[in-house]
């Protein structure tokens, strides 16, 4: 069965520095989406795309995010000046065209902010 | 938007016993409705999930039934099992089009006592 896959699986970077998630979304998924979770709390929405453009955000997703979807395969989240608080488990998800609400989730990449 | 309040926090349940987790929604708007499972250290898992236009979905040992007067949606796991121990999240979406991100209770912790 076709499973979202995100690299790295743990990434630790110092406060003030740029990171970038990656996700490869289920081949023929054409929404995506990530989430963060905080240790211990409960999974947040950050924003959505589809069609090579952002189609929803949350107040999360303020102007140091930024998504792209560089080439055909991967899907991709940048923080440009990580702040401790960043610090938590990021979640990319993909759904398909017609059943577009079931949401399929990748492993995780655990971003530790120093 | 969209707010989800789930209870309990956590659930403690002998094996072999019903477990009934609750959700309430607040945007009369939803129309989607997923329950993910996570263990530990690991990526939710979508067990059941029932649009507006149903008010009870089962399978095998799983679930889930939805007022939509009331705004609220259960969980329910029959015959419960060792490995039923985990994380139980809730999520709510307006699925009118686009893609848009699910909001999700706090989650419950089940435990299945041996």
């Known amino acids: 069965e076709p499973e979202v896959t995100q690299t790295p699986s743990h990434q630790v970077t110092q406060m003030g520095q740029e990171v970038i998630l990656r996700c490869v979304p289920i081949?023929?998924?054409?929404?995506f989406y990530w989430y963060r979770q905080i240790l211990g709390q409960k999974v947040e929405f950050l924003v959505s795309?589809?069609?090579?453009?952002?189609?929803?955000k949350s107040e999360i997703f303020d102007d140091q995010f930024s998504v792209e979807r560089p080439d055909g395969s991967n899907f991709t989240l940048k923080i440009r000046s990580t702040k401790l608080e960043d610090s938590a488990m990021y979640f990319c998800a993909s759904s398909e065209t017609s059943f577009r609400e079931t949401q399929y989730f990748g492993p995780g990449t655990r971003l530790l902010v120093l | 938007g969209e707010n989800v309040e789930q209870h309990p926090s956590t659930l403690s349940v002998q094996e072999g016993d019903s477990a009934v987790i609750k959700c309430t929604y607040s945007d009369s708007a939803s129309n989607y409705f997923p329950w993910y499972k996570q263990e530990l250290g690991k990526r939710p898992q979508l067990i059941i999930d029932?649009?507006?236009?149903?008010g009870e979905k089962k399978d095998q040992r799983i679930a889930v039934t939805l007022n939509k007067t009331a705004k609220h949606f259960s969980l329910h796991i029959t015959e419960t099992q060792p490995e039923d121990s985990a994380v139980y999240f809730c999520?709510?979406?307006?699925?009118?089009?686009?893609?848009?991100?699910?909001?999700f209770g706090k989650g419950t912790h089940l435990i299945i006592q041996p």
């Open positions: 795309f589809y069609n090579n453009e952002i189609s929803e």
């Open positions: 999520a709510a979406r307006y699925s009118g089009g686009g893609a848009d991100g699910l909001t």
């Open positions: 029932i649009r507006s236009n149903v």
């Open positions: 081949s023929n998924h054409l929404y």
